[in-house]
């Protein structure tokens, strides 16, 4: 070797091994960019009035509610923009005291203005959200009587008007801009929505992504710690969680079967608890019950012919519990002293329900619409289906499997179009109140979206407890609709389902929560220690 090639090659070992050394002290780079894929978005919509709770995933990073709640879904007044709250004496004019300061992404400063156009809108007859009906009900007036204050005043007395306005339930307590929308109308609104969040909408790109950007500094996370968070809908289990082993993506729904080869390459796993009970529903026709699942009989054997315990172990791989009570949200029950009874489990008994089945007068069978979709936290969704659908053929019952969107399958339902089908739900647990909702939604026959209950009985204690401030009345109330639901079979209580979100290995910690349809990505994204 030549003088000239030794002194080139001492040079070039001592780069490298400077490179080298540089690299391994060199601090590890902050991540900037934050990518959520889930199975379903359920609905894609961008405006809090249409469809509401099922896209609060992304909804909650653009807009601030009026309440706050903590990641366990408590009220609190330190999350929303209303700093504090207190009802008069009677529990008919709701006060609320709202942040000052608080700007939109416009730069426009939020005001009381703001919250009256935002609550008017969403009771607003072209609303689609979950309550928009409770609160027509409820809300007589609503008074501004200074840009920080804001008075709610009701027709009746009530406990529930904070948490209707919540993060806990669905999306009227979002607060959208007044000057905003009345300058560019709904139609850009829906395409740009406009909030106070800690990020600015930025695109959509339906059946793909929705993409966010980071504010400055935001008044109750600070500095967001992402520049950017991506929301990414990837049906497929086998390519969410391919993406995130190539680190291409940080957290994602996963079905319970593949938790355990997660987790064994060192994938941390996230459950909620009893996040839903799994519920499948038989859809009223204009006039309410048809035949055959208006029989009593009809509606015992369908529930008889499912073996809760197996479609617990081999659709949701023990990370499942067998439910006994139509809309029974066990986080409610330590609420109002409500315990399902061992009696009230269903057996799996085939022969007792053909024999209902023969004793109403279909013992031959009927043809039986199931419409299969995916859904947020449900990605056995169709498997589940399918599994429904094979035992019900075993007690003579016809299914007919319809694949088909879940937006698709809601419009049938709530038009009631689909009269008599079956489709079903990951419904959310929620405590009382949220409870109560979900009931005044989807069992209360003057409800527009109540197209699965049609029962008197049932009506007179919802509007009983819309009116009450005993809570020891509400308590009984709720615990004799919770009684009444389950002695009619008025659906099909499958199982509680424990939901896994999987993340990378380098997102340290992190909990979904326990707030229905929300992954309180914003706590991730906190730039406060």
């Known amino acids: 070797m030549t003088r000239i090639s030794r002194i080139v090659g001492a040079t070039i070992l001592s780069v490298t091994v400077a490179i080298v050394g540089a690299t391994d002290h060199a601090p590890a780079q902050a991540k900037t960019e934050l990518t959520v894929a889930l199975s379903s978005f359920s609905a894609e919509t961008l405006d809090p009035a249409l469809q509401g709770h099922n896209v609060k995933y992304y909804l909650s990073l653009i807009f601030d509610y009026l309440v706050g709640v903590t990641p366990e879904g408590q009220l609190t007044p330190a999350g929303g923009l209303a700093s504090k709250w207190e009802p008069s004496a009677d529990h008919k004019r709701w006060t609320f005291h709202l942040r000052k300061g608080v700007k939109f992404h416009t730069g426009e400063e939020m005001t009381s203005e703001d919250v009256k156009f935002s609550l008017q809108r969403a009771m607003s007859k072209r609303s689609t959200t979950g309550y928009a009906g409770p609160l027509r009900t409820l809300i007589q007036d609503i008074e501004t009587p200074a840009p920080d204050r804001v008075v709610i005043v009701l027709k009746q007395p009530t406990l529930i008007i904070p948490t209707y306005l919540s993060r806990s339930l669905s999306t009227e307590g979002m607060v959208l801009p007044k000057k905003y929308i009345e300058a560019n109308g709904d139609d850009v609104f829906a395409r740009k929505p406009v909030g106070t969040g800690p990020y600015k909408f930025v695109e959509q790109v339906t059946g793909s992504h929705i993409k966010l950007t980071a504010v400055d500094n935001h008044w109750r996370l600070g500095v967001p710690k992402y520049k950017n968070v991506t929301f990414r809908l990837i049906s497929e289990e086998t390519t969410r969680i391919a993406m995130l082993r190539r680190g291409e993506i940080d957290v994602a729904d996963v079905s319970r079967e593949r938790v355990k080869e997660l987790e064994r390459e060192g994938f941390p796993v996230h459950f909620r608890k009893d996040e839903a009970v799994l519920q499948l529903w038989f859809v009223l026709g204009p ?211 424990h939901a896994a979100y999987a993340t990378s290995k380098t997102l340290g910690k992190y909990s979904p929560g326990a707030v229905m349809y929300d992954l309180f990505i914003d706590t991730l994204a906190s730039g406060k220690p």
């Open 287 to 497: 006039d309410g019950w048809v035949a055959p699942t208006k029989d009593k009989r009809v509606r015992e054997a369908l529930n008889l012919a499912i073996d809760r315990k197996e479609i617990a172990q081999a659709i949701f791989a023990g990370r499942a519990e067998p439910a006994a009570v139509p809309f029974g949200l066990t986080w409610s029950w330590a609420h109002v002293g409500f315990k399902a009874t061992p009696d009230m489990a269903y057996p799996y008994d085939p022969a007792r329900a053909k024999k209902l089945l023969a004793d109403a007068g279909v013992g031959s069978g009927f043809p039986l619409d199931v419409y299969a979709f995916q859904l947020p936290g449900l990605p056995e969704g169709k498997a589940f289906a399918e599994a429904v659908a094979g035992y019900w053929e075993k007690i003579g019952v016809k299914p007919k499997l319809i694949p088909v969107d879940y937006p698709a399958f809601r419009k049938l339902w709530v038009d009631r179009k689909a009269p008599g089908a079956v489709g079903y739900y990951n419904i959310a647990n929620r405590d009382w109140i949220g409870t109560y909702a979900l009931l005044e939604k989807m069992a209360y026959t003057p409800s527009k979206l109540n197209a699965t209950v049609n029962d008197p009985e049932i009506d007179g204690m919802i509007a009983q407890v819309m009116d009450q401030t005993d809570q020891a009345k509400i308590n009984a109330l709720m615990r004799n609709i919770f009684t009444r639901l389950r002695s009619e079979h008025y659906g099909v209580p499958v199982v509680y389902i």
